[in-house]
């Protein structure tokens, strides 16, 4: 079949006369352009920001990424609150994936005080940390078809998830806000037959990957629409601190799991998920490959963790526990990539700054600016979703 | 990219044939998982309102609010928590804090109300269709508490360290201890409200966590002048009622204010305290007795210039907390200590002048502008059974005054104590310990009315003075004393299983088929004390009004029916030092109030 007649030429790129340092002038007022936004209410855009971009017929000239929609002042809200308050508060700062904030700010505060967290609770903590995993590639992996109208899977995709969330609501007590892993510990044992349910489902979510594989992975439209599109240069993974998917998508073996190994991931078998193409295809691919190493994990994790255990180390009484000056960094790979906090004590009972520094930003702001130049106006939600911006986690 | 690729998503019409997912698992209600955190309960009978769920909540949410039918009292704040929906997230860190675990969340999550203001509710007093579930987030089992529900240990010296010694046998907190169990205090203030003196328990604390004895000697010495003698002998009200004491072990609030009282020295308290220089208001004030209450009147009354002068019968000062309380557990230095520093504001003490024969009242109402009376109660009770008049029956309360004295104090080798309370084991420990000095061995057996479950010395007293090799035996009234050939041959009791009739009238009752001797050479009686009031005579009884009891009416400021009079301490309220402390401060504002009636409204010390 030749490619000929679906291929969408970049022609429009040609207009706009490029200035002396080779970047097009796009003049409003030739008509030749008109603005459009995309969000910050947009099926194609996720969460709560807006793409503000300069179409040129279906082509985007520019684009310009608009985040406020959200801020809610996390980061200020946790300098008036006591170490303990303030993992509660934390997980709003990514919705989809809450526990990645739980965990730093708790491993932070125990770096902080010098606490080191009983074995058994770091099992716990990596189950709750890769099941929020899955439940998210759960929505990003058949989602990436939603952007380009292969809804169906993302909708199916959907149902799985629920089955995770359930696993969730018995273990933490909530579903979305799990609110489960704590500085000292965590806040609960695996239920009985948590392992027998959890491997249920996790059978039942491997036999939906393969239908995702039939309908979305080898499907002529998908690999139409997304090869050769949202291509990250290489470069610019280091240039612009890409992590993540998106870096390894690039080629780059980078995965805080295996390069920082935190709680007991130096313990389990697993292997970087890399491709070279750096195009949504191969993200989207990258992220495929991720469900399988998270599954396993999980399958490795719920093998090798103790029967039994501790659930919670020795901390000063919480209602005045002041941790001595300091500061601390400490990350973890979320599904989007390397997640870290950088905090600073005061010797107070109150966190004097935590800061977030997620894979959004980068990829969210910094990167999809520049990817989207050039791009088919309907590609802009694919190309967007592929970086996985998580909105609230921009601007915490 | 291949055929395949273009016919492998139509596998997706397979699903056609397939019942939708909305089908197969239909969205039926069902009740939220084991652990789910719902609505909120509250076993409003176990909730004390402490307010630990109210500090913790990082939206406040929770407002603690008076609650109808629930009323204030010592160890309950009267308050409960009131959740406002339209704030709270359902971490249920309220639930892990809670102290006395009343607090719950439920598995039900779903409540459809149209008026907003219910979103605001008070869990366990506002009825909840939710109130009866049992399943829900609780919290998590042994190992993950918030605080540390075991106390620090205070180190004692071994029974066979100090069973023959007058030397003080707690050793007091090291600074790790002291901070250690400083960090367990929830601030709740339900020990402040109980406290007679209202001490600012939760912020001297808070003083020892961030090492600041000499913030935390200020705040003692704003309610308690005498923290050494209260850091050892207190009968801690506080830790009876102390919130973590429902689950756990209650905070030594009693140890943690003498280690600060200790690692202040004496010298540096009038710098510390502020009390270096006081203006004189040329009033004078007179004083009869230096126990806790005349000391704290004396303290107080000092500090706002007033000149005053402590009448004492004895040799020493003190009263009950020098000649009734034994030397191992309060040493007379540290009594020195406190009383120093309160006649270092100029307060003088007259000793061995006793009131009604070396000087009257009235002349004394005479020559000074006030009087305060706190003279204790110093005469000891009999149970005048036959054969107490013998002259080898003795009263607690005379020997331990002996024992202090220096006094040669009689002693036996068999000896029978009764009495169930506090002095009647502090004569048991100084005899004992007389015994083994004198003979080599414990001979002492202590019995009481009361059983053992309901004796009212402390446990840790009856506890103490067994290890120490001494018999108590409870349970039993005593009978007569068996004397034969004027020699005390021991104690007849007969089994008692009742205290108090129906009206809760004080009404022993005993078996007298259940007999039982204690044989010894000598009986110590331990049963109460009376006051003597001898000092005031008939005229001045005349203005006096005296309940059936015999106790003197006084005002809330100890004011009593002669204005110039205020009476005070354990003839009025008690009989402990905390009330003696707590009625001085008043007295001493009474009399400010008394003495400037233009200064009413001002605020006093």
Request: charge should be negative; charged fraction near 30%; hydrophobic fraction near 35%.
């Amino acid at each position: 079949m030749s490619n000929t007649i679906f291929d969408w030429k970049k022609d429009r790129s040609m207009f706009p006369e490029p200035d002396k340092d080779g970047k097009p002038v796009v003049e409003l007022d030739s008509q030749k352009y008109i603005k459009v936004w995309q969000g910050p209410n947009h099926p194609g855009v996720t969460g709560n920001m807006a793409l503000e971009l300069t179409i040129s017929g279906d082509e985007v000239m520019e684009a310009k990424t608009h985040v406020g929609y959200l801020h809610r002042g996390f980061e200020k809200l946790f300098e008036r609150r006591r170490y303990m308050q303030c993992f509660p508060t934390s997980i709003r700062m990514c919705v989809p994936e809450p526990d990645i904030n739980e965990y730093n700010l708790s491993r932070g505060t125990e770096l902080l005080s010098g606490i080191e967290v009983p074995e058994m609770a770091g099992w716990l903590r990596m189950i709750a940390l890769e099941m929020a995993r899955l439940q998210v590639l759960l929505r990003t992996v058949p989602g990436q078809g939603g952007t380009i109208g292969l809804g169906l899977p993302a909708q199916w995709g959907l149902y799985y998830r629920e089955l995770i969330l359930d696993r969730f609501e018995e273990l933490t007590g909530g579903r979305i806000y799990h609110m489960y892993i704590l500085p000292g510990g965590v806040r609960g044992l695996l239920p009985d037959g948590f392992k027998k349910r959890l491997e249920d489902n996790l059978v039942k979510i491997e036999a939906f990957m393969k239908e995702v594989d039939r309908v979305v992975y080898s499907n002529a439209v998908f690999k139409k629409r997304t090869k050769g599109i949202g291509v990250v240069p290489p470069e610019w993974i280091d240039q612009y601190g890409a992590t993540g998917p998106v870096a390894r998508a690039a080629g780059y073996k980078r995965d805080v799991r295996k390069d920082y190994p935190y709680l007991y991931y130096d313990r389990l078998d697993f292997d970087y998920n890399v491709e070279h193409e750096s195009d949504v295809f191969a993200r989207f691919h990258v992220r495929r490959k991720d469900v399988d190493t998270t599954i396993d994990l999980l399958r490795q994790i719920m093998a090798k963790m103790p029967e039994k255990g501790e659930l919670r180390a020795e901390t000063p009484n919480v209602l005045h526990w002041k941790i001595p000056r300091g500061e601390t960094l400490v990350r973890c790979e979320s599904s989007r990539g390397e997640y870290l906090f950088y905090m600073v004590a005061d010797g107070s009972i109150y966190p004097r700054r935590i800061n977030l520094r997620g894979p959004s930003y980068t990829h969210g702001v910094v990167l999809l600016e520049k990817l989207l130049v050039n791009a088919n106006i309907s590609d802009v939600s694919s190309i967007m979703v592929s970086l996985a911006t998580c909105p609230p986690e921009i601007e915490r | 990219m291949s055929l395949k690729d273009i016919f492998s998503p139509f596998t997706a019409w397979g699903k056609a044939f397939e019942k939708p997912v909305t089908i197969k698992d239909p969205i039926a209600e069902r009740p939220g998982a084991d652990r789910y955190r719902g609505f909120h309960k509250n076993d409003i009978s176990t909730c004390i309102g402490c307010g630990t769920c109210e500090t913790i909540c990082e939206n406040e949410a929770i407002d603690l609010v008076p609650v109808e039918g629930i009323e204030t009292k010592d160890g309950d704040s009267g308050l409960r928590p009131r959740v406002d929906y339209g704030r709270c997230c359902w971490c249920a860190l309220c639930v892990d804090v809670c102290t006395t675990g009343s607090l719950s969340l439920t598995n039900t999550y779903t409540w459809v109300e149209e008026d907003p203001e219910a979103y605001r509710f008070t869990p366990g007093v506002d009825e909840k269709p939710w109130d009866k579930e049992e399943k829900g987030w609780k919290k998590p089992e042994p190992g993950y508490e918030f605080y540390n529900l075991n106390r620090v240990t205070m180190e004692h010296l071994e029974p066979e360290e100090r069973d023959d010694t007058f030397i003080e046998m707690v050793k007091g907190f090291s600074k790790e201890q002291a901070e250690k169990e400083a960090d367990r205090c929830v601030e709740c203030g339900i020990c402040t409200a109980t406290c007679p003196a209202h001490m600012g328990i939760p912020e001297y604390i808070k003083a020892i966590r961030n090492d600041d004895l000499e913030e935390g000697l200020r705040i003692l010495y704003d309610t308690n002048p005498l923290p050494e003698i209260c850091g050892r002998i207190c009968t801690h009200k506080c830790e009876t009622v102390c919130t973590l004491g429902h689950r756990g072990e209650a905070l030594s609030i009693r140890w943690l204010k003498r280690y600060i009282a200790d690692q202040n020295p004496s010298e540096k308290y009038k710098k510390i305290l502020n009390s270096e220089f006081i203006e004189k208001n040329g009033k004078k004030v007179a004083i009869i007795g230096s126990g806790p209450s005349g000391l704290s009147t004396a303290h107080y009354l000092a500090l706002m210039g007033y000149e005053c002068t402590i009448f004492e019968k004895l040799s020493k000062a003190g009263g009950m907390m020098r000649f009734g309380i034994p030397e191992y557990r309060l040493p007379y230095d540290q009594i020195d200590k406190d009383i120093s520093y309160i006649e270092s504001l100029g307060v003088k003490i007259k000793y061995n002048t006793q009131v009604g024969v070396d000087i009257t009242l009235d002349e004394l109402g005479k020559k000074y502008d006030a009087v305060f009376a706190g003279t204790g109660l110093h005469m000891g009770r009999s149970t005048r059974i036959e054969g107490t008049d013998h002259k080898n029956v003795y009263q607690a309360i005379d020997l331990l005054r002996k024992i202090t004295l220096g006094e040669e104090v009689p002693l036996t080798e068999h000896i029978v104590v009764i009495g169930g309370g506090n002095v009647a084991m502090d004569i048991t420990r100084s005899l004992a310990r007389l015994q083994k000095q004198k003979y080599g061995k414990v001979g002492i057996i202590t019995t009481s009315l009361e059983t053992e479950d309901k004796m009212p010395a402390d446990r840790e007293e009856v506890i103490e003075t067994r290890e120490e090799g001494a018999v108590v035996n409870p349970g039993w009234a005593p009978q007569y004393i068996e004397i034969e050939n004027d020699k005390i041959k021991g104690l007849h009791v007969a089994q008692c299983y009742s205290l108090f009739d129906e009206e809760g009238k004080f009404n022993p009752q005993c078996n007298l088929d259940n007999l039982q001797f204690f044989e010894g050479n000598m009986v110590v009686e331990s049963i109460g004390q009376g006051m003597d009031l001898s000092y005031l005579t008939e005229d001045l009884k005349h203005d006096l009004e005296i309940d059936r009891r015999g106790r003197i009416k006084v005002n809330e400021y100890f004011q009593s029916g002669i204005p110039w009079l205020f009476i005070g301490g354990d003839i009025i309220q008690g009989p402990d030092v905390i009330h003696g402390i707590a009625n001085g401060h008043k007295a001493a504002r009474g009399i400010d109030e008394f003495l400037f009636e233009e200064k009413k409204d001002t605020p006093k010390p």
